[in-house]
T-cell receptor, first 115, second 115 residues
């Protein structure tokens, strides 16, 4: 059973538009939800993360919205730029204050921003 | 170095050969993870080290996979008698602390192709 489900698989957005990627999770014990960005040939890099005690977190053009009751969270990229074209992964983990808990990743969304 | 370094970046092996993949984490990072990323998929957890102790190896797909970190810094992932299904990018990641909410830094990965 896939613990973190991500959609859409791919997304095309015009420059200046809003990109929205969604994730749903099963385990209500998850308490840390990061988003990672990966460019071809590179490793994933942390973009932004949220804990379940807040409903929204914003960093620059990137915002995470979190809905605990629906067990869903989403990434919004405002004013999308061609340089944002990459693969985005949501992830989740439990026991964020314990050592060694691994991140569980979604399958990824390939974002293309057209100029 | 400034980041997580992995070698080799590319490895082609004939089915049945043994391979060894090396990871140099960021200096001083306590936690080290290995992930496997199949083409078009998200990273999947393989194993976790805290210093030299392997605390979780639940993600290793078979007993052909073995990982070590004998001095608490450099880690090696070894795959014995490689099979075609082992073809993937193997990502190493490190984190300063044991706490999950600390940022996880990924290397660029080692791409293994088994013929």
């Amino acid at each position: 059973q896939q613990q973190v489900k991500q959609s859409p698989q791919s997304l095309i957005v015009q420059k200046g538009g809003i990109s929205i990627i969604n994730c749903a999770y099963e385990n209500t014990a998850f308490d840390y939800f990061p988003w990672y960005q990966q460019f071809p040939g590179k490793g994933p890099a942390l973009l932004i993360a949220i804990r379940p005690d807040v409903s929204e977190k914003k960093e620059g053009r990137f915002t995470i919205s979190f809905n605990k009751s629906a067990k869903q969270f989403s990434l919004h990229i405002m004013d999308s730029q061609p340089g944002d074209s990459a693969t985005y992964f949501c992830a989740a983990s439990l026991g964020s204050n314990q050592a060694g808990t691994a991140l569980i990743f979604g399958k990824g969304t390939t974002l293309s921003v057209s100029s | 170095g400034a980041g997580v370094s992995q070698s080799p970046r590319y490895k082609v092996a004939k089915r049945g050969q043994d391979v060894a993949l090396r990871c140099d984490p960021i200096s001083g990072h306590v936690s080290l993870f290995w992930y496997q990323q199949a083409l078009g998929q998200g990273p999947e957890f393989l194993t976790y080290f805290q210093n030299e102790a392997q605390l979780d190896k639940s993600g290793l797909p078979s007993d052909r996979f073995f990982a070590e970190r004998p001095e608490g810094s450099v880690s090696t992932l070894k795959i014995q008698r490689t099979q075609q299904e082992d073809s993937a990018v193997y990502l190493c990641a490190s984190r300063f602390s044991g706490r999950v909410s600390g940022e996880l830094f990924f290397g660029e990965g080692s791409r293994l192709t088994v013929l």
